[in-house]
C-alpha cells in the first residue's frame, strides 16, 4: 500500500476567545477551506491538544496504481474532447511550430473523433506514451484526414509505426 505521511498540529489554548492569537489560513484546498480558522469547542472525535495524527491515502486498487486512480490511462474514448486537442497541441508546442491553430482546426472540424486526432498528432511528434494511452482509450489508427492520412501515414518514424502496430496487435 502507498501512503503519504502527513501530519496535523492544532494548538489549543484555554483563553478567553477574544484574547487568542490569529491562526495562519489554510492556502491549501487538500486542508481545508480558505477561510481564516476560528475557535472552536475541541470534538471528542480525533486528537486535541497539539495530538499528531498519521494519515494513509491508498491510491488505486492496490496502491500507487494510477490507472485504477482515475488519474492516468484510465480514460475511455469519450473521455476526450476538443478541449484536449487544445491542450495537446499547446503543450507540445505544436503552436509555436505552426504560427497558428489553423492545422489544429482544420482537423477538429473534419467530423474527426477527438481521441483519433489525438493519436495523429502523437505519431506526428512520436510521443509513445501519449500514442499508448490514447490506444489504450480506442483511439483508431486507421482514421484518415481530410488528405487521407492516418496516424500511421503521419507517424514521424519506422519506429513509431511499429509501436502503433504492435501495441494494437498486443489489444486485440
Known amino acids: 500500500m502507498a501512503s503519504i505521511p502527513c501530519t496535523f498540529q492544532i494548538p489549543f489554548t484555554s483563553k478567553p476567545v477574544n484574547s487568542l492569537p490569529s491562526l495562519p489560513k489554510l492556502s491549501s484546498k487538500f486542508l481545508g477551506s480558505q477561510k481564516t480558522l476560528s475557535w472552536s469547542r475541541p470534538s471528542r472525535i480525533g486528537p486535541s491538544n497539539s495530538s499528531r495524527t498519521q494519515c494513509w491515502f491508498k491510491f488505486g486498487k492496490n496502491g500507487v496504481d ?8 484510465s480514460q475511455g474514448r469519450d473521455d476526450f474532447d476538443r478541449d484536449d486537442v487544445e491542450q495537446y497541441f499547446n503543450y507540445m508546442g505544436m503552436l509555436a511550430v505552426e504560427g497558428s491553430y489553423d492545422k489544429m482546426e482544420a ?10 486526432i489525438l493519436l495523429m498528432l502523437a505519431a506526428s511528434e512520436g510521443d509513445k506514451p501519449k500514442i499508448e494511452e490514447l490506444l489504450r482509450a480506442g483511439a483508431k489508427y486507421d482514421v484518415k484526414d481530410a488528405d487521407g492520412r492516418t ?4 507517424a514521424v518514424n519506422e519506429e513509431i509505426k511499429d509501436f502503433i502496430l504492435g501495441f494494437s496487435v498486443q489489444k486485440a
Open 66 to 73: 494510477a490507472e485504477g486512480a482515475g488519474i492516468y490511462g
Open 107 to 116: 482537423l477538429l472540424n473534419q467530423n474527426i473523433h477527438p481521441v483519433d
Open 151 to 154: 496516424a500511421l501515414e503521419r
